[in-house]
């Protein structure tokens, strides 16, 4: 089992930087790929960065290719997403999760992170 929390979310305006952290609890946390993923209003849930469990591979979203970048630290059960260059159209819920794999369904979520980029 892996417990996820995320945090760093708020209201910035466009064009600044946040960084998402999300803490894991649980003691297989670094053999779990991770991801971020984001639900706008009126929206599905899309995926926006992945991350190997060893932290060699990462992918994300051509939406958000070149502005968001992933990263983990095993050590302190930590993944993190730094945003730059936040647009209107990044708005969204932001989402941790966890699972073998990266993939749409992963095992284990958060409960989510709320970000509001003004124009």
């Known amino acids: 089992q892996v417990q996820l929390v995320e945090s760093g979310g708020g209201l910035v305006q466009a064009g600044d930087s946040l960084r998402l952290s999300c803490a894991a609890s649980g003691r297989t946390f670094s053999t779990y790929a991770l991801g971020w993923f984001r639900q706008a209003p009126g929206k599905e849930r899309e995926f926006v960065a992945g991350?190997?469990?060893?932290?060699?591979?990462?992918y994300y979203a051509d939406s958000v290719k070149g502005r968001f970048t992933i990263s983990r630290d095993n050590a302190k059960s930590t993944v993190y997403l730094q945003m730059s260059s936040l647009k209107p159209e990044d708005t969204a819920v932001y989402y941790c999760?966890?699972?073998?794999?990266?993939?749409?369904?992963?095992?284990?979520w958060g409960k989510g992170t709320l970000v509001t980029v003004s124009s």
């Open positions: 999760a966890a699972g073998i794999v990266i993939k749409a369904n992963m095992d284990y």
């Open positions: 991350i190997t469990w060893s932290g060699d591979s990462t």
